[in-house]
């Protein structure tokens, strides 16, 4: 069974510009989420997707946008970039409620 | 409100010697934690997760973790570590706040270095 694909792996941007990332879950699983992985901050949470509904959303200006697909596949945007945006994004998907969560390799991005 | 705390930033041990990672965690209702792995330039992995039941949990790699309630500690442990268990650990635990969601807090993660 095929992992949690993102893509792409890199990306350098600079400030103002916009970025989308894209998840391919794993076959079956309904749930994907994203997080951010920084060294400061270590991993935050995004936002969660089930049935392409936005189940939860964390603490992150309206610059970080998502959306999922019929195919559970998802994206991310985000808009008007910033330095602080520089991070390792990870995407995961999971059965549901209790299931452990099965992370995608990440994209770096890079803010300059 | 759900959270966990690695108190080290950073496991020493030798190759065959027995290796803990510590974890501890401030839950409001029934904890659910788990335990995954990040290898540099990857994205993390799953090696168990403790919903109920024993307090032993056994998960990949021959990794295994043990629940206490009362310290409400969540440790993991090998009992022969391994220069390829190098790695960064992180400890989760589910978000209860957010009914019907699969949302986690992460702890800060502790580097684990094995020495040959």
């Not at chain 2, 041990?13 to 974890?23: D, I, Q």
């Not at chain 2, 335990?35 to 990857?42: E, L």
């Not at chain 2, 957010?98 to 580097?111: I, M, P, V």
Request: glycine share 10%; with cysteine; charged share 15%.
């Amino acid at each position: 069974k095929a992992g949690v694909t993102q893509t792409p792996r890199y990306l350098i941007k600079t400030r103002g510009q916009q970025v989308t990332l894209s998840c391919s879950p794993i076959s079956g699983h309904r749930s994907v989420s994203w997080y951010q992985q920084t060294p400061g901050q270590g991993l935050q949470f995004l936002f969660e997707y089930f049935s392409e509904t936005q189940r939860n959303k964390g603490n992150f200006p309206g610059r970080f946008s998502g959306r999922q697909f019929s195919n559970s596949r998802s994206e991310m945007n985000v808009s008007t970039l910033e330095l602080g945006d520089s991070a390792l994004y990870l995407c995961a998907s999971s059965l549901g409620s209790n299931s452990p969560l099965h992370f995608g390799n990440g994209t770096r991005l890079t803010v300059t | 409100a759900q959270s966990v705390a690695q108190p080290e930033d950073q496991v020493n041990v030798a190759e065959g010697n027995p290796l803990t990672v510590k974890c501890t965690y401030s839950v409001s209702g029934n904890p659910y934690l788990f335990w995954y792995v990040q290898y540099p330039n990857r994205g993390l992995q799953f090696l168990l997760k403790y919903i109920t039941g024993d307090n032993l949990v056994k998960g990949s790699y021959g990794f295994e973790a043990e629940f206490n309630k009362s310290q409400t500690s969540f440790h993991l442990k090998k009992p022969s570590a391994l220069v390829s268990d190098s790695a960064l650990y992180f400890c989760a635990v589910r978000d209860e706040a957010r009914a019907g969601g699969n949302q986690f807090y992460f702890g800060t993660g502790t580097s684990l270095t094995v020495i040959p």
